[in-house]
Nanobody, 119 residues
Framework: QVQLVESGGGLVQPGGSLRLSCAAS????????MAWYRQGPGKQRELVAT???????NYVGSVKGRFTISRDDAKNTVYLQMNNLEPEDTGVYYC?????????????WGQGTQVTVSS
């Protein structure tokens, strides 16, 4: 079976930076799109950024210019570098990936990592 495990969350002051990582493990044949989502307090889960295997990154809303998504296909890992963090960035960040394994193509989610931006 395939698992996604996030790391790198924590407490940071406004204007600070964090780097999230998400490693996929298991019987992986291929990974298509990898993405980061987040869910703020009392809010619905929302897309933050995506990156495909051969294409460029895409960002949504207020994170443009502050966040950078990247991937290392040799390590089956996706990263999210978050700079100039704002209190509105607080939430649980989830990794998502479309992965081909023994059972074919499927959508997988990580367990989430908490990011808190506060002074």
């Amino acid at each position: 079976q395939v698992q996604l495990v996030e790391s790198g969350g924590g407490l940071v002051q406004p204007g600070g930076s964090l780097r999230l990582s998400c490693a996929a493990s298991g019987s992986i044949f291929s990974i298509n799109v990898m993405a980061w989502y987040r869910q703020g307090p009392g809010k619905q889960r929302e897309l933050v950024a995506t990156i495909t295997g051969g294409g460029g990154p895409n960002y949504v809303g207020s994170v443009k210019g502050r966040f950078t998504i990247s991937r290392d296909d040799a390590k089956n890992t996706v990263y999210l570098q978050m700079n100039n963090l704002e209190p509105e960035d607080t939430g649980v960040y989830y990794c998502n990936a479309v992965i081909r394994s023994l059972g074919g193509w499927r959508d997988y989610w990580g367990q989430g990592t908490q990011v808190t931006v506060s002074s």
